[in-house]
Protein backbone atom coordinates (compact mmCIF):
# COMPACT_ATOMS: atom_id res chain seq x y z
CA UNK A 1 0.00 0.00 0.00
CA UNK A 2 2.98 2.49 1.04
CA UNK A 3 4.22 2.53 -2.45
CA UNK A 4 1.18 4.47 -4.13
CA UNK A 5 2.11 7.41 -1.79
CA UNK A 6 6.13 7.33 -3.30
CA UNK A 7 5.42 7.93 -6.47
CA UNK A 8 5.88 6.23 -9.97
CA UNK A 9 9.05 7.63 -10.82
CA UNK A 10 10.88 6.09 -7.70
CA UNK A 11 8.77 3.26 -7.34
CA UNK A 12 9.91 2.56 -10.62
CA UNK A 13 13.86 3.19 -9.33
CA UNK A 14 13.02 0.90 -6.23
CA UNK A 15 12.47 -2.19 -7.79
CA UNK A 16 15.21 -1.80 -10.20
CA UNK A 17 17.25 -1.53 -6.72
CA UNK A 18 15.84 -4.13 -5.45
CA UNK A 19 16.03 -6.21 -8.36
CA UNK A 20 19.69 -5.52 -8.95
CA UNK A 21 20.31 -6.89 -5.64
CA UNK A 22 18.18 -9.78 -5.67
CA UNK A 23 20.73 -10.46 -8.55
CA UNK A 24 23.91 -9.63 -6.77
CA UNK A 25 22.56 -11.63 -4.15
CA UNK A 26 21.79 -14.60 -5.63
CA UNK A 27 25.66 -14.48 -7.66
CA UNK A 28 27.04 -14.12 -4.07
CA UNK A 29 25.92 -17.22 -3.23
CA UNK A 30 26.29 -19.07 -6.15
CA UNK A 31 29.80 -17.86 -5.99
CA UNK A 32 29.87 -18.89 -2.18
CA UNK A 33 28.54 -22.25 -3.60
CA UNK A 34 30.95 -22.90 -6.41
CA UNK A 35 33.73 -22.07 -3.92
CA UNK A 36 32.52 -24.29 -1.43
CA UNK A 37 32.69 -27.11 -3.92
CA UNK A 38 35.95 -26.56 -5.57
CA UNK A 39 39.21 -28.35 -5.78
CA UNK A 40 42.07 -27.05 -4.65
CA UNK A 41 45.27 -26.87 -5.75
CA UNK A 42 48.34 -27.70 -3.82
CA UNK A 43 51.95 -26.67 -4.83
CA UNK A 44 55.09 -28.16 -4.51
CA UNK A 45 58.56 -27.16 -5.34
CA UNK A 46 61.36 -30.21 -4.86
CA UNK A 47 65.20 -30.87 -5.56
CA UNK A 48 65.91 -34.34 -5.76
CA UNK A 49 69.71 -34.92 -4.46
CA UNK A 50 71.96 -37.94 -2.74
CA UNK A 51 72.89 -36.09 1.13
CA UNK A 52 74.49 -37.71 3.80
CA UNK A 53 71.79 -39.61 6.43
CA UNK A 54 71.75 -41.87 9.35
CA UNK A 55 68.74 -44.22 8.32
CA UNK A 56 69.92 -46.98 10.94
CA UNK A 57 72.77 -45.27 13.45
CA UNK A 58 75.29 -46.35 10.21
CA UNK A 59 76.05 -42.72 8.48
CA UNK A 60 75.50 -42.99 4.26
CA UNK A 61 74.26 -41.29 1.45
CA UNK A 62 70.74 -41.56 0.96
CA UNK A 63 68.62 -40.22 -1.98
CA UNK A 64 66.20 -37.66 0.01
CA UNK A 65 63.94 -34.16 -1.22
CA UNK A 66 64.74 -30.40 -0.17
CA UNK A 67 67.02 -31.98 2.22
CA UNK A 68 64.52 -34.49 3.69
CA UNK A 69 64.48 -38.49 4.29
CA UNK A 70 61.70 -39.83 3.27
CA UNK A 71 60.52 -37.24 1.04
CA UNK A 72 57.90 -34.69 1.97
CA UNK A 73 54.44 -36.52 3.04
CA UNK A 74 51.90 -35.35 0.56
CA UNK A 75 48.36 -34.53 1.64
CA UNK A 76 45.57 -33.51 0.10
CA UNK A 77 41.77 -34.15 -0.75
CA UNK A 78 39.76 -36.23 -3.30
CA UNK A 79 39.67 -34.17 -6.37
CA UNK A 80 42.38 -31.92 -5.54
CA UNK A 81 45.16 -31.18 -7.97
CA UNK A 82 48.80 -31.76 -7.11
CA UNK A 83 51.26 -30.14 -8.97
CA UNK A 84 54.89 -30.99 -8.30
CA UNK A 85 57.63 -29.09 -9.91
CA UNK A 86 60.66 -31.47 -9.47
CA UNK A 87 64.56 -30.20 -10.11
CA UNK A 88 67.12 -32.78 -10.72
CA UNK A 89 70.25 -31.76 -8.62
CA UNK A 90 71.56 -35.33 -9.42
CA UNK A 91 75.10 -34.95 -10.71
CA UNK A 92 75.14 -37.76 -13.05
CA UNK A 93 71.79 -39.38 -13.14
CA UNK A 94 68.26 -39.09 -14.51
CA UNK A 95 65.18 -39.46 -11.73
CA UNK A 96 61.29 -39.67 -12.09
CA UNK A 97 58.70 -40.08 -9.66
CA UNK A 98 55.87 -42.39 -9.73
CA UNK A 99 52.79 -41.63 -7.49
CA UNK A 100 51.77 -45.19 -6.62
CA UNK A 101 48.24 -45.91 -6.97
CA UNK A 102 46.85 -42.51 -8.50
CA UNK A 103 45.46 -43.75 -11.31
CA UNK A 104 46.38 -40.72 -13.98
CA UNK A 105 42.96 -40.16 -15.87
CA UNK A 106 43.55 -37.69 -18.18
CA UNK A 107 47.05 -37.43 -17.38
CA UNK A 108 49.23 -40.56 -18.31
CA UNK A 109 52.69 -38.58 -19.01
CA UNK A 110 52.74 -38.03 -15.31
CA UNK A 111 52.71 -41.26 -14.32
CA UNK A 112 56.43 -41.53 -13.47
CA UNK A 113 57.59 -44.12 -15.22
CA UNK A 114 60.94 -44.20 -17.16
CA UNK A 115 61.01 -45.34 -20.90
CA UNK A 116 57.08 -45.79 -20.32
CA UNK A 117 55.12 -42.68 -19.46
CA UNK A 118 58.36 -40.42 -20.02
CA UNK A 119 62.08 -39.64 -20.24
CA UNK A 120 63.99 -39.60 -17.55
CA UNK A 121 64.39 -36.16 -15.69
CA UNK A 122 68.30 -34.95 -16.51
CA UNK A 123 70.60 -33.42 -14.55
CA UNK A 124 69.81 -29.86 -13.61
CA UNK A 125 66.30 -30.42 -15.68
CA UNK A 126 62.98 -29.79 -13.65
CA UNK A 127 59.68 -31.57 -14.96
CA UNK A 128 56.45 -30.17 -13.47
CA UNK A 129 54.32 -33.55 -12.52
CA UNK A 130 50.13 -31.79 -12.28
CA UNK A 131 47.87 -34.58 -11.36
CA UNK A 132 44.18 -35.27 -9.76
CA UNK A 133 43.87 -37.05 -6.38
CA UNK A 134 40.28 -38.90 -7.56
CA UNK A 135 40.05 -40.83 -4.37
CA UNK A 136 40.87 -40.94 -0.71
CA UNK A 137 42.87 -43.28 0.51
CA UNK A 138 46.27 -44.58 1.81
CA UNK A 139 48.99 -43.86 -1.02
CA UNK A 140 53.04 -43.08 -1.52
CA UNK A 141 55.68 -42.18 -4.41
CA UNK A 142 58.58 -43.86 -4.92
CA UNK A 143 61.24 -43.02 -7.70
CA UNK A 144 60.92 -45.60 -10.92
CA UNK A 145 64.18 -45.29 -12.56
CA UNK A 146 66.89 -47.76 -11.52
CA UNK A 147 67.04 -48.45 -8.50
CA UNK A 148 66.49 -45.44 -6.78
CA UNK A 149 63.69 -46.55 -4.98
CA UNK A 150 66.56 -48.70 -2.94
CA UNK A 151 68.42 -45.74 -2.70
CA UNK A 152 65.92 -43.94 -0.51
CA UNK A 153 63.40 -42.23 -3.39
CA UNK A 154 60.04 -42.24 -1.40
CA UNK A 155 57.72 -40.57 0.40
CA UNK A 156 54.01 -40.47 1.69
CA UNK A 157 50.59 -39.36 0.03
CA UNK A 158 47.86 -39.42 2.16
CA UNK A 159 44.10 -38.51 0.40
CA UNK A 160 41.25 -37.36 2.60
CA UNK A 161 38.14 -37.89 1.63
CA UNK A 162 36.17 -34.86 -0.57
CA UNK A 163 35.16 -31.79 1.39
CA UNK A 164 31.29 -32.83 2.94
CA UNK A 165 31.95 -36.59 2.68
CA UNK A 166 32.71 -39.11 5.16
CA UNK A 167 34.48 -42.66 6.03
CA UNK A 168 32.31 -45.48 6.30
CA UNK A 169 34.53 -45.79 10.08
CA UNK A 170 35.12 -43.61 12.73
CA UNK A 171 38.58 -42.28 14.15
CA UNK A 172 40.00 -39.79 17.25
CA UNK A 173 43.62 -39.84 15.56
CA UNK A 174 45.70 -41.56 12.66
CA UNK A 175 49.72 -42.32 12.15
CA UNK A 176 50.99 -42.58 9.03
CA UNK A 177 53.78 -45.77 8.91
CA UNK A 178 55.83 -45.60 5.72
CA UNK A 179 57.93 -49.03 5.68
CA UNK A 180 61.39 -49.68 3.96
CA UNK A 181 63.99 -51.59 4.04
CA UNK A 182 67.84 -50.80 3.85
CA UNK A 183 71.16 -51.67 2.76
CA UNK A 184 74.42 -50.39 3.44
CA UNK A 185 76.11 -50.24 0.11
CA UNK A 186 74.40 -48.24 -2.27
CA UNK A 187 71.62 -48.88 -4.97
CA UNK A 188 74.36 -48.59 -7.75
CA UNK A 189 76.35 -51.55 -6.37
CA UNK A 190 73.39 -53.55 -6.13
CA UNK A 191 72.38 -52.62 -9.84
CA UNK A 192 76.17 -53.54 -11.19
CA UNK A 193 75.82 -56.96 -8.92
CA UNK A 194 72.27 -57.87 -10.83
CA UNK A 195 73.74 -57.21 -14.19
CA UNK A 196 77.16 -58.84 -13.87
CA UNK A 197 78.25 -62.04 -15.26
CA UNK A 198 77.66 -64.47 -13.06
CA UNK A 199 75.08 -62.20 -11.00
CA UNK A 200 76.39 -61.14 -7.39
CA UNK A 201 73.75 -60.64 -5.05
CA UNK A 202 74.15 -58.33 -2.74
CA UNK A 203 72.18 -59.99 -0.54
CA UNK A 204 69.29 -59.18 2.86
CA UNK A 205 69.06 -55.67 3.79
CA UNK A 206 70.72 -54.63 6.96
CA UNK A 207 67.85 -52.83 8.46
CA UNK A 208 63.83 -52.54 8.29
CA UNK A 209 62.91 -48.69 8.77
CA UNK A 210 59.48 -47.06 10.23
CA UNK A 211 59.23 -43.66 8.40
CA UNK A 212 63.23 -43.99 7.43
CA UNK A 213 63.95 -44.64 10.98
CA UNK A 214 65.97 -47.65 12.26
CA UNK A 215 68.35 -49.67 14.10
CA UNK A 216 71.20 -51.43 13.37
CA UNK A 217 74.06 -53.01 15.79
CA UNK A 218 71.41 -52.52 18.84
CA UNK A 219 67.79 -53.23 19.85
CA UNK A 220 65.48 -51.78 21.30
CA UNK A 221 64.37 -55.11 23.14
CA UNK A 222 68.26 -55.90 23.73
CA UNK A 223 67.38 -56.99 27.42
CA UNK A 224 65.01 -59.47 26.93
CA UNK A 225 66.30 -62.84 27.09
CA UNK A 226 64.62 -64.27 24.48
CA UNK A 227 66.17 -60.94 21.64
CA UNK A 228 69.39 -61.85 20.25
CA UNK A 229 71.85 -61.26 22.87
CA UNK A 230 74.30 -60.61 20.86
CA UNK A 231 73.00 -56.77 20.17
CA UNK A 232 73.15 -53.84 22.88
CA UNK A 233 70.49 -51.84 23.75
CA UNK A 234 70.44 -49.06 21.60
CA UNK A 235 71.25 -45.88 23.68
CA UNK A 236 68.70 -43.16 22.01
CA UNK A 237 67.87 -39.50 23.20
CA UNK A 238 65.17 -39.33 21.10
CA UNK A 239 66.95 -37.12 18.12
CA UNK A 240 69.04 -39.03 15.87
CA UNK A 241 67.94 -39.34 12.89
CA UNK A 242 67.43 -43.13 13.14
CA UNK A 243 65.83 -42.64 17.05
CA UNK A 244 62.15 -44.74 16.72
CA UNK A 245 58.92 -42.94 15.18
CA UNK A 246 57.24 -43.14 18.33
CA UNK A 247 53.23 -43.57 18.22
CA UNK A 248 51.75 -41.29 21.03
CA UNK A 249 48.14 -42.36 22.18
CA UNK A 250 45.17 -41.17 24.48
CA UNK A 251 43.72 -44.09 26.49
CA UNK A 252 40.09 -45.22 25.38
CA UNK A 253 40.36 -43.93 21.87
CA UNK A 254 40.71 -45.55 18.11
CA UNK A 255 43.34 -44.73 15.89
CA UNK A 256 43.89 -44.80 11.63
CA UNK A 257 46.83 -46.55 11.38
CA UNK A 258 47.92 -46.11 7.87
CA UNK A 259 50.78 -48.54 6.39
CA UNK A 260 52.45 -48.57 3.50
CA UNK A 261 55.78 -50.68 1.80
CA UNK A 262 57.54 -49.56 -0.62
CA UNK A 263 60.34 -51.60 0.53
CA UNK A 264 62.67 -53.02 -2.47
CA UNK A 265 62.85 -56.53 -1.30
CA UNK A 266 61.11 -57.34 1.70
CA UNK A 267 57.49 -59.10 2.65
CA UNK A 268 56.35 -57.90 6.46
CA UNK A 269 54.73 -58.98 8.88
CA UNK A 270 53.18 -56.43 11.86
CA UNK A 271 52.17 -57.53 14.78
CA UNK A 272 51.24 -54.93 18.07
CA UNK A 273 51.48 -56.27 21.35
CA UNK A 274 48.39 -56.98 23.30
CA UNK A 275 46.20 -55.10 20.42
CA UNK A 276 43.84 -56.45 17.84
CA UNK A 277 43.91 -54.47 14.60
CA UNK A 278 40.91 -54.08 12.46
CA UNK A 279 41.63 -53.61 8.87
CA UNK A 280 39.23 -51.41 6.93
CA UNK A 281 41.05 -50.28 4.06
CA UNK A 282 43.17 -51.58 1.37
CA UNK A 283 44.75 -49.78 -1.75
CA UNK A 284 42.68 -46.84 -1.20
CA UNK A 285 39.47 -48.85 -1.74
CA UNK A 286 37.38 -49.78 1.53
CA UNK A 287 37.12 -53.50 3.14
CA UNK A 288 34.57 -55.30 5.15
CA UNK A 289 36.17 -54.91 8.28
CA UNK A 290 37.68 -57.98 10.04
CA UNK A 291 40.17 -58.15 13.21
CA UNK A 292 43.51 -59.41 12.83
CA UNK A 293 46.23 -60.31 15.45
CA UNK A 294 49.11 -59.55 12.92
CA UNK A 295 49.09 -58.37 9.18
CA UNK A 296 51.03 -59.54 6.31
CA UNK A 297 51.99 -56.05 3.96
CA UNK A 298 53.85 -57.15 0.70
CA UNK A 299 55.51 -53.74 -1.57
CA UNK A 300 53.75 -51.88 -2.91
CA UNK A 301 50.60 -52.87 -0.77
CA UNK A 302 48.95 -50.65 1.27
CA UNK A 303 46.67 -50.17 4.17
CA UNK A 304 44.55 -48.64 6.96
CA UNK A 305 44.03 -50.49 10.38
CA UNK A 306 41.95 -49.48 13.05
CA UNK A 307 43.20 -49.85 16.67
CA UNK A 308 41.35 -49.15 19.45
CA UNK A 309 43.53 -48.19 23.25
CA UNK A 310 41.85 -50.19 25.65
CA UNK A 311 45.12 -52.01 27.41
CA UNK A 312 46.68 -50.94 30.66
CA UNK A 313 47.60 -47.50 30.20
CA UNK A 314 50.23 -47.63 32.58
CA UNK A 315 52.08 -49.26 30.16
CA UNK A 316 54.03 -49.21 26.55
CA UNK A 317 53.22 -51.85 24.02
CA UNK A 318 55.69 -53.04 21.24
CA UNK A 319 55.02 -52.54 17.41
CA UNK A 320 57.35 -54.69 15.40
CA UNK A 321 57.47 -55.29 11.58
CA UNK A 322 59.43 -59.24 10.95
CA UNK A 323 60.69 -60.73 7.04
CA UNK A 324 58.42 -62.69 5.46
CA UNK A 325 58.18 -65.05 2.41
CA UNK A 326 61.95 -65.01 2.65
CA UNK A 327 64.44 -66.53 5.29
CA UNK A 328 65.53 -63.53 7.52
CA UNK A 329 68.61 -62.16 7.61
CA UNK A 330 67.63 -58.46 9.34
CA UNK A 331 66.31 -58.17 12.86
CA UNK A 332 62.65 -56.63 13.14
CA UNK A 333 62.03 -53.36 12.76
CA UNK A 334 60.18 -51.99 16.36
CA UNK A 335 58.59 -49.01 17.76
CA UNK A 336 57.08 -48.08 20.82
CA UNK A 337 52.69 -47.78 21.03
CA UNK A 338 52.96 -45.10 23.78
CA UNK A 339 50.19 -44.05 26.03
CA UNK A 340 50.85 -40.53 27.21
CA UNK A 341 50.21 -41.25 30.40
CA UNK A 342 53.75 -43.02 30.49
CA UNK A 343 56.77 -41.85 29.26
CA UNK A 344 57.97 -42.48 25.46
CA UNK A 345 61.33 -44.57 26.95
CA UNK A 346 59.25 -46.71 29.21
CA UNK A 347 60.10 -50.52 27.77
CA UNK A 348 57.07 -52.93 27.74
CA UNK A 349 56.74 -56.00 29.81
CA UNK A 350 57.06 -57.61 27.97
CA UNK A 351 59.11 -58.64 24.58
CA UNK A 352 58.16 -57.82 21.00
CA UNK A 353 55.27 -59.52 19.01
CA UNK A 354 56.93 -62.90 17.29
CA UNK A 355 56.61 -62.86 13.81
CA UNK A 356 54.87 -65.74 11.66
CA UNK A 357 57.90 -68.37 10.87
CA UNK A 358 58.79 -67.11 7.10
CA UNK A 359 57.83 -69.59 5.00
CA UNK A 360 54.32 -69.96 7.13
CA UNK A 361 52.29 -69.57 3.97
CA UNK A 362 48.95 -70.87 5.70
CA UNK A 363 49.22 -67.63 7.62
CA UNK A 364 49.73 -65.75 4.83
CA UNK A 365 46.94 -66.86 2.55
CA UNK A 366 44.40 -66.96 5.38
CA UNK A 367 45.31 -63.23 5.89
CA UNK A 368 44.62 -62.83 2.51
CA UNK A 369 41.58 -64.39 2.00
CA UNK A 370 40.01 -62.07 4.73
CA UNK A 371 40.50 -59.26 2.12
CA UNK A 372 37.19 -58.64 0.77
CA UNK A 373 35.15 -55.51 -0.58
CA UNK A 374 33.23 -53.59 1.21
CA UNK A 375 29.83 -53.47 -0.76
CA UNK A 376 29.22 -52.39 -4.36
CA UNK A 377 27.85 -48.56 -3.26
CA UNK A 378 31.94 -48.28 -2.60
CA UNK A 379 33.12 -50.70 -4.60
CA UNK A 380 32.38 -51.25 -8.35
CA UNK A 381 31.15 -54.91 -9.27
CA UNK A 382 33.60 -56.96 -11.52
CA UNK A 383 31.98 -57.33 -14.99
CA UNK A 384 30.84 -60.99 -15.01
CA UNK A 385 32.56 -61.86 -18.45
CA UNK A 386 35.87 -60.81 -20.26
CA UNK A 387 36.76 -60.50 -23.15
CA UNK A 388 40.07 -60.88 -23.11
CA UNK A 389 42.58 -63.81 -20.92
CA UNK A 390 46.35 -63.03 -20.81
CA UNK A 391 48.35 -66.07 -19.06
CA UNK A 392 51.62 -64.30 -17.58
CA UNK A 393 54.02 -67.62 -16.16
CA UNK A 394 56.76 -65.98 -14.31
CA UNK A 395 60.47 -67.61 -14.02
CA UNK A 396 63.54 -67.20 -13.38
CA UNK A 397 65.96 -68.18 -16.38
CA UNK A 398 69.44 -67.50 -17.99
CA UNK A 399 70.12 -65.41 -20.80
CA UNK A 400 74.45 -65.91 -22.30
CA UNK A 401 75.00 -66.90 -18.69
CA UNK A 402 73.33 -63.75 -17.25
CA UNK A 403 70.57 -63.85 -14.45
CA UNK A 404 67.16 -62.87 -15.57
CA UNK A 405 63.43 -62.99 -14.77
CA UNK A 406 61.12 -63.26 -17.10
CA UNK A 407 57.57 -63.23 -18.57
CA UNK A 408 56.21 -65.43 -20.65
CA UNK A 409 60.09 -66.41 -21.32
CA UNK A 410 60.50 -62.67 -22.45
CA UNK A 411 63.17 -60.52 -19.98
CA UNK A 412 61.62 -56.92 -20.32
CA UNK A 413 64.28 -54.54 -21.69
CA UNK A 414 62.70 -51.04 -21.82
CA UNK A 415 63.43 -49.26 -24.97
CA UNK A 416 65.05 -45.57 -25.43
CA UNK A 417 61.38 -43.85 -26.63
CA UNK A 418 58.34 -43.43 -24.37
CA UNK A 419 56.05 -46.21 -25.35
CA UNK A 420 53.76 -43.38 -24.75
CA UNK A 421 55.34 -41.18 -27.39
CA UNK A 422 55.93 -43.94 -30.07
CA UNK A 423 52.42 -45.21 -29.71
CA UNK A 424 50.79 -41.68 -30.28
CA UNK A 425 52.91 -40.48 -33.05
CA UNK A 426 53.11 -43.91 -35.01
CA UNK A 427 57.14 -44.80 -34.29
CA UNK A 428 57.03 -48.45 -35.00
CA UNK A 429 60.66 -48.20 -34.79
CA UNK A 430 60.61 -47.19 -30.97
CA UNK A 431 59.77 -50.47 -29.74
CA UNK A 432 58.86 -54.59 -30.47
CA UNK A 433 56.13 -54.47 -33.05
CA UNK A 434 55.97 -58.26 -32.39
CA UNK A 435 53.20 -58.88 -29.77
CA UNK A 436 53.83 -60.62 -26.40
CA UNK A 437 53.29 -63.86 -25.43
CA UNK A 438 49.70 -64.40 -23.91
CA UNK A 439 50.79 -67.74 -22.63
CA UNK A 440 53.75 -69.76 -21.75
CA UNK A 441 53.82 -73.79 -23.28
CA UNK A 442 51.35 -76.30 -22.71
CA UNK A 443 54.07 -79.06 -21.39
CA UNK A 444 55.16 -76.93 -19.09
CA UNK A 445 55.51 -78.53 -15.41
CA UNK A 446 55.31 -75.66 -13.03
CA UNK A 447 56.61 -77.74 -10.31
CA UNK A 448 59.61 -78.63 -11.85
CA UNK A 449 62.89 -75.98 -13.14
CA UNK A 450 63.00 -76.45 -17.22
CA UNK A 451 65.99 -78.32 -18.24
CA UNK A 452 66.83 -75.77 -20.89
CA UNK A 453 66.25 -72.48 -18.63
CA UNK A 454 67.31 -69.92 -21.54
CA UNK A 455 65.17 -66.64 -22.35
CA UNK A 456 65.27 -63.78 -24.58
CA UNK A 457 64.72 -60.01 -24.14
CA UNK A 458 61.79 -58.01 -25.65
CA UNK A 459 60.15 -54.83 -24.90
CA UNK A 460 56.77 -55.54 -26.96
CA UNK A 461 53.32 -54.17 -25.76
CA UNK A 462 49.87 -55.80 -25.37
CA UNK A 463 47.20 -53.48 -26.81
CA UNK A 464 44.25 -53.66 -25.22
CA UNK A 465 40.59 -52.85 -26.43
CA UNK A 466 39.44 -49.67 -25.01
CA UNK A 467 36.74 -50.57 -22.44
CA UNK A 468 37.57 -54.12 -22.61
CA UNK A 469 37.32 -56.41 -19.82
CA UNK A 470 40.68 -58.15 -19.08
CA UNK A 471 41.72 -61.13 -17.45
CA UNK A 472 44.90 -61.62 -16.47
CA UNK A 473 46.31 -64.60 -14.77
CA UNK A 474 49.48 -64.56 -12.51
CA UNK A 475 51.08 -67.95 -12.73
CA UNK A 476 53.93 -68.64 -10.32
CA UNK A 477 56.84 -71.37 -10.77
CA UNK A 478 60.19 -73.21 -9.54
CA UNK A 479 63.40 -70.44 -9.56
CA UNK A 480 66.47 -71.73 -10.96
CA UNK A 481 67.60 -73.07 -7.68
CA UNK A 482 66.23 -76.81 -6.93
CA UNK A 483 62.96 -76.95 -5.17
CA UNK A 484 62.45 -72.96 -5.01
CA UNK A 485 59.71 -70.53 -5.94
CA UNK A 486 59.63 -66.87 -4.33
CA UNK A 487 57.08 -64.83 -3.35
CA UNK A 488 55.93 -61.63 -5.94
CA UNK A 489 53.86 -58.66 -5.25
CA UNK A 490 52.42 -57.43 -8.80
CA UNK A 491 51.27 -53.62 -9.12
CA UNK A 492 49.37 -52.51 -11.95
CA UNK A 493 50.06 -48.57 -13.05
CA UNK A 494 46.74 -46.25 -14.36
CA UNK A 495 44.22 -48.71 -13.27
CA UNK A 496 42.37 -50.92 -10.25
CA UNK A 497 42.37 -54.70 -10.53
CA UNK A 498 39.09 -57.34 -8.78
CA UNK A 499 41.59 -60.02 -7.27
CA UNK A 500 39.05 -63.30 -8.36
CA UNK A 501 40.96 -65.71 -6.40
CA UNK A 502 44.02 -67.37 -5.82
CA UNK A 503 44.88 -71.32 -6.02
CA UNK A 504 47.95 -74.08 -5.98
CA UNK A 505 49.64 -75.35 -8.47
CA UNK A 506 48.87 -74.07 -12.25
CA UNK A 507 45.83 -72.80 -14.01
CA UNK A 508 43.08 -74.41 -15.20
CA UNK A 509 39.64 -73.07 -16.38
CA UNK A 510 38.02 -75.59 -13.95
CA UNK A 511 39.35 -73.05 -11.30
CA UNK A 512 36.98 -70.36 -12.74
CA UNK A 513 34.16 -71.80 -10.66
CA UNK A 514 36.37 -71.01 -7.51
CA UNK A 515 36.48 -67.00 -8.63
CA UNK A 516 35.00 -64.64 -5.83
CA UNK A 517 32.62 -62.70 -8.26
CA UNK A 518 30.69 -61.60 -5.16
CA UNK A 519 32.71 -59.29 -2.90
CA UNK A 520 36.93 -58.96 -4.10
CA UNK A 521 39.03 -57.19 -3.35
CA UNK A 522 39.68 -54.13 -5.75
CA UNK A 523 43.39 -53.01 -5.40
CA UNK A 524 46.25 -52.11 -7.45
CA UNK A 525 49.03 -54.54 -5.95
CA UNK A 526 48.41 -58.62 -5.62
CA UNK A 527 50.73 -61.46 -4.33
CA UNK A 528 51.29 -64.65 -5.85
CA UNK A 529 52.47 -67.20 -3.51
CA UNK A 530 55.09 -69.74 -4.69
CA UNK A 531 53.86 -72.26 -7.20
CA UNK A 532 50.28 -70.62 -6.91
CA UNK A 533 48.43 -68.39 -8.71
CA UNK A 534 46.36 -65.31 -8.62
CA UNK A 535 43.40 -63.94 -11.38
CA UNK A 536 42.78 -60.53 -12.01
CA UNK A 537 40.05 -58.85 -13.73
CA UNK A 538 39.91 -55.36 -14.75
CA UNK A 539 38.58 -53.16 -17.16
CA UNK A 540 40.82 -50.72 -19.91
CA UNK A 541 39.32 -47.85 -19.22
CA UNK A 542 42.11 -45.42 -18.73
CA UNK A 543 43.90 -43.96 -22.15
CA UNK A 544 47.85 -44.04 -21.74
CA UNK A 545 50.50 -46.80 -21.41
CA UNK A 546 51.19 -48.39 -18.61
CA UNK A 547 53.83 -50.68 -16.62
CA UNK A 548 52.57 -53.99 -14.71
CA UNK A 549 55.18 -55.07 -13.03
CA UNK A 550 56.42 -57.40 -9.98
CA UNK A 551 57.34 -54.69 -7.25
CA UNK A 552 60.41 -56.64 -5.66
CA UNK A 553 63.08 -53.95 -6.78
CA UNK A 554 65.46 -56.66 -8.34
CA UNK A 555 62.91 -58.76 -9.77
CA UNK A 556 61.90 -55.40 -11.94
CA UNK A 557 65.35 -54.61 -12.36
CA UNK A 558 65.93 -57.82 -14.18
CA UNK A 559 63.03 -58.06 -16.28
CA UNK A 560 60.24 -58.80 -14.72
CA UNK A 561 57.41 -56.73 -16.35
CA UNK A 562 54.72 -56.22 -18.89
CA UNK A 563 53.78 -53.24 -20.79
CA UNK A 564 50.15 -52.03 -21.52
CA UNK A 565 48.49 -49.89 -24.02
CA UNK A 566 44.89 -48.52 -24.46
CA UNK A 567 43.39 -46.04 -26.10
CA UNK A 568 46.53 -44.06 -26.52
CA UNK A 569 44.66 -41.56 -29.59
CA UNK A 570 42.24 -40.48 -26.98
CA UNK A 571 45.01 -38.95 -24.56
CA UNK A 572 45.05 -35.35 -24.27
CA UNK A 573 48.18 -33.21 -26.12
CA UNK A 574 51.41 -34.79 -24.25
CA UNK A 575 53.60 -31.91 -22.88
CA UNK A 576 56.83 -32.01 -25.47
CA UNK A 577 58.75 -32.05 -21.59
CA UNK A 578 57.96 -35.78 -21.25
CA UNK A 579 59.01 -36.71 -24.31
CA UNK A 580 62.46 -34.92 -25.03
CA UNK A 581 64.48 -38.22 -25.46
CA UNK A 582 64.75 -40.91 -28.39
CA UNK A 583 62.73 -40.19 -31.58
CA UNK A 584 60.51 -38.28 -30.34
CA UNK A 585 63.62 -35.95 -29.31
CA UNK A 586 64.90 -36.31 -32.12
CA UNK A 587 61.43 -35.33 -33.84
CA UNK A 588 60.86 -32.37 -31.64
CA UNK A 589 64.73 -31.19 -32.68
CA UNK A 590 64.17 -30.60 -36.18
CA UNK A 591 61.27 -28.92 -35.85
CA UNK A 592 58.29 -31.83 -36.29
CA UNK A 593 56.50 -31.14 -33.11
CA UNK A 594 53.47 -33.47 -34.30
Excluded at 232 to 245: D, K, V
Excluded at 312 to 333: E, H, L
Amino acid sequence: MGTRFLGEPFSRSFKGALMVLCILLLLIQCSLAATSNKSSNHFYKWEVEYMYWSPDGLENVVMGINGKFPGPTIRARAGDTVHVQLKNKLHTEGVVIHWHGIRQKGTPWADGTASISQCAINPGETFDYRFTVDRAGTYFYHGHYGMQRSAGLYGSLIVDVAEGETEPFQYDGEFDLLLSDWWHKSAHHQEVGLSSRPMRWIGEPQSLLINGRGQFGCSLAAHYSNDNSSLSQCNITGHEQWAPYILRVDPNKTYRIRLSSTTALASLNVGIGNHKMVVVEADGNYLQPFETDDLDIYSGESYSVLLKTSQDPSQNYWISFGVRARKPQTPQALTILNYKTNSASKLPLSPPPVTPRWDDYAHSKAFTNKVKALDHKTIPKPPTTYHRRIILLNTQNKMDGYTKWSINNVSLSLPATPYLGSIRFGLKNGFDQTTPPENFTVPYDVMKPPRNPNTTTGNGVYMLGYYSTVDVILQNANALAENVSETHPWHLHGHDFWVLGYGEGRFTEAEEKRFNMKNPPYRNTAVIFPYGWTALRFVADNPGVWAFHCHIEPHLHLGMGVVLAEAVHRVPKIPNEALSCGLTGKKFMTGNNF
